[in-house]
């Protein structure tokens, strides 16, 4: 409430939540081969629920979010935002 924001929750999430792709540092190494990299998947489901912002608790996953979002062109409509960087932009905290 203090927050005042709508929460949304991504199709995987909880215990069937799916990594960013940045898990264990693997953003460092080269993409595995397959049809689409983790970061654009993930960003695709949360693109889904048509937010304004991606909440993210996790320096890997705002890097990965942040380049998921331009991968789709939406960078100017959804902002990736840490979770503390919510907090610290609440009006009443």
């Known amino acids: 409430e203090k927050l005042d924001v709508e929460l949304a929750e991504m199709k995987r999430s909880k ?15 080269e993409a595995e081969k397959g049809e689409k990299e ?4 993930r960003a695709e489901e949360a693109l889904e629920l048509n937010p304004d912002v991606i909440a993210v608790g996790c ?6 979010m942040t ?3 331009k991968h789709f ?3 100017d409509k959804t902002k990736v ?3 503390a ?5 609440a009006n009443e905290l």
């Open 67 to 69: 380049d998921g979002v």
């Open 38 to 41: 983790v970061s654009t998947e």
């Open 15 to 29: 215990e069937n939540g799916f990594c960013c792709g940045a898990g264990g540092a693997q953003m460092f190494k």
């Open 73 to 75: 062109n939406k960078e």
């Open 59 to 64: 320096p890997f996953c705002n890097t990965m």
């Open 85 to 89: 960087e919510l907090i610290a932009n």
């Open 81 to 83: 935002l840490d979770i």
